[in-house]
């Protein structure tokens, strides 16, 4: 967008593929990646950060395929300095209408003595030397002084000032640690200003980490003191405490549009659908008093505020629920709706499915409609996030038998399809029914899980919801997280706990083909 065209509009840049994926436990596959990617389109995101290629084939094949099938966004690569790196990013972002390179390299003498150990004037030819380079393979190119915010300012502005001389267009300065306070971190962006008069030619993004519990805050007030591009990620997560949260940051945004005059080409009404989407496949729950998306940010509990919101809403509230999107909750379909309704009803959710998927999926509508008879958009939503993961490789849940009551230990028997096609089946008898079942898994698959989190929410209110498990493991020190849905919560958690032991071995044997190439390894940032 030309800078000049609106002065007060705010670019848009998530993360949530990038830095967010990096949270513990979180391991998407691509079709997973492209899911949150295509989602995060329609939302109307400017930017789309879809990896850091160089880390993995798999994050590779993932930016690749997002470059490739998602229309709309910038698609974006991370990269460090070394030429490699910039080459592989570039590899797997040149097939978009619109590609951008970021390369970062930490900038505080922190970083640069104890992590990089070497000497700001090295930092300062690489990342000269970088940005170079990725301007000669693409016109969009974003530089990062890493840990910027405990960066020696005369130093940043000096590294700064080379990466604009070289072409860099987007100039993004990170707290990567979260350890900033809002003045502090808006004056930084003062000093840069007076320090580097050439960032006005360029657009200034702000990355805040939310250690103190203090990136939107932080955020907010760099675009304050005059930054126009924020960095964020759907939910929140990310690294340690996450980075700040894009729902907060847009609504914040528009919400008090009047005061701050800026504003987003995000469309609010799909934020909640995109926060449900990321939750379920990364398997990292929403808080139920998170602001905007949390299960409570609308809900009025004591009876006074419960009466002025029916006398006039806005007695006790600052934004309309479906200015998220959270009016996704009427009927949509009932047991006797055929395969081409189904078929609609996803397709206005943003689903688009057709032959074998459009069967898996109408099998399993018709299950769960027999027991739940009639389902709303926030189910066929949780089924049909529940049927992509499915299509992950790893272990599958086939069958459970399970015996439970109050005068014996019960006792569980499961069938597990194995990732080579095998049945695998066996047997525990546990504490409660939950955990015959989770250690049933565990003997059919000979893997010894440990299970960290277990937690039960229902998709929509009601005696017959949809039940929705989240489950974390833990596999040789390596966490997995995640999800399962069904109208039967043993089932719902069976599946979970399988999905989680998967990724929980996937990224096992991921940091192991790590460690095999330990010259090659790469740090994240
Ligand atoms: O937190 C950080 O510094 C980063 C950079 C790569 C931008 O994530
Ligand atoms: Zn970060």
Redesign the pocket.
């Known amino acids: 967008m030309d800078r000049a065209e609106d002065a007060n509009r705010v670019l848009i840049f998530d993360t949530t593929l990038r ?1 967010g994926e990096q949270s513990p436990g979180i391991s998407l596959n691509t079709q997973e990646k492209l899911e949150i990617a295509q989602q995060l389109a329609r939302l109307g995101v400017d930017v789309i950060e879809a990896g850091f290629p160089i880390t993995s084939p798999g994050d590779f094949e993932a930016v690749q395929e997002i470059a490739r099938k998602v229309e709309g966004p910038v698609i974006c690569a ?1 990269a460090r300095t070394a030429a490699s790196d910039i080459e592989r990013a570039w590899e797997a972002v040149r097939d978009a209408a619109r590609a951008r390179i970021h390369v ?1 390299i930490a900038t505080s003498d922190l970083h640069i003595r104890h992590k990089l150990q070497t000497t700001r004037e090295d930092v300062l030819g690489q990342a000269r030397a970088a940005v170079a380079h990725a301007r000669q393979l693409v016109d969009d190119v974003e530089f ?1 002084p ?2 910027g915010f405990r960066s020696d300012r005369q130093f940043m502005a000096e590294v700064i000032s080379a990466a604009i001389e070289e072409g860099a267009t987007t100039i ?1 300065v ?1 707290d ?1 640690v979260g350890y900033a306070t809002p003045d502090e971190y808006a004056a930084m962006f003062t000093e840069l200003y007076a320090l580097v008069p050439q960032l006005r030619e360029v657009t200034v993004s702000v ?1 805040c ?1 939310d250690d103190l519990g203090l990136a939107v805050a932080n955020s907010l007030a760099g675009l304050r003191a005059g930054c126009r591009q924020v960095e964020c990620a759907v939910n929140g997560i990310g690294e340690r405490a996450g980075n700040a949260s894009l729902e907060e940051i847009v609504m914040v945004l528009q919400t008090r549009a009047p005061y701050l005059g800026l504003s987003t080409g995000v469309d609010t009404r799909e934020i909640a659908r995109t926060s449900r989407l990321v939750s379920r496949l990364t398997g990292y729950p929403v808080q139920p008093n998170k602001a905007i998306v949390g299960r409570n940010a609308f809900a009025h509990e004591a009876g006074i505020h419960q009466d002025g919101v029916l006398k006039e809403r806005t007695t006790y509230e600052i934004m309309d629920a479906t200015s998220v999107g959270l009016d996704a909750n009427s009927i949509v379909l009932g047991k006797h709706s055929g395969r081409h309704a189904l078929r609609r009803a996803l397709s206005e959710l943003g689903f688009e499915v057709d032959g074998q998927s459009l069967n898996t999926a109408f099998k399993r509508f018709k299950e769960i409609a027999d027991k739940k008879k009639l389902l709303t958009a926030m189910d066929l939503e949780a089924l049909v996030t529940d049927e992509l993961r499915e299509q992950s490789v790893g272990y599958q849940l086939e069958w459970f038998d399970v015996e439970a009551s109050s005068r014996r230990p019960p006792h569980a028997t499961v069938g597990v399809r194995s990732p080579e096609g095998e049945e695998l089946v066996g047997s525990f008898t546990g504490d409660g029914p939950v955990d015959a079942i989770f250690r049933a898994i565990n003997a059919a698959t000979g893997v010894d899980a440990r299970l960290r989190e277990f937690r039960v929410d229902a998709v929509t209110g009601g005696q017959d919801a949809l039940g929705d498990t989240s489950v974390v493991v833990e596999v040789g020190g390596v966490i997995g997280a995640g999800q399962g849905v069904s109208t039967d919560i043993l089932e719902a958690g069976a599946r979970a706990y399988v999905r989680a032991l998967s990724n929980a071995i996937r990224r096992r044997a991921a940091r192991a083909d790590e460690a095999a190439a330990s010259a090659e390894s790469v740090p994240t ?1």
Request: charged share 25%; glycine share 0%; hydrophobic share 15%.
């Open positions: 830095d991370l970062f990062s890493e840990d993004n990170p990567t990355h980490h940032p």
